[in-house]
């Protein structure tokens, strides 16, 4: 029984992190396109750059936790 309940357990987890995966990167998303959206609005060259670069480094998230839980997570849309 004490086996069965943590074969379970486990189970669960495992369906929550490769959910979580998938809300991981949908955050990473979010968030480049809400410094891109501020890169297009900003007026100040040294906003507009400030942004641009926001931006890229949520770019480089996205595509590594793509590529680190590449059919391992959940497609979240």
Do not use: D
Request: positive net charge.
């Amino acid at each position: 029984m004490k086996a069965k309940a943590r074969w379970k357990r486990w189970e669960e987890e495992l369906t929550l992190v490769k959910h979580e995966m998938g809300w991981t990167t949908c955050w990473f998303k979010h968030q480049k396109e809400i410094w891109e959206r501020r890169s297009m609005e900003s007026i100040k060259p040294g906003h507009r750059a400030y942004a641009n670069q926001q931006a890229l480094m949520w770019e480089k998230f996205v595509s590594e936790a793509e590529t680190s839980f590449k059919e391992k997570m959940v497609i979240v849309t």
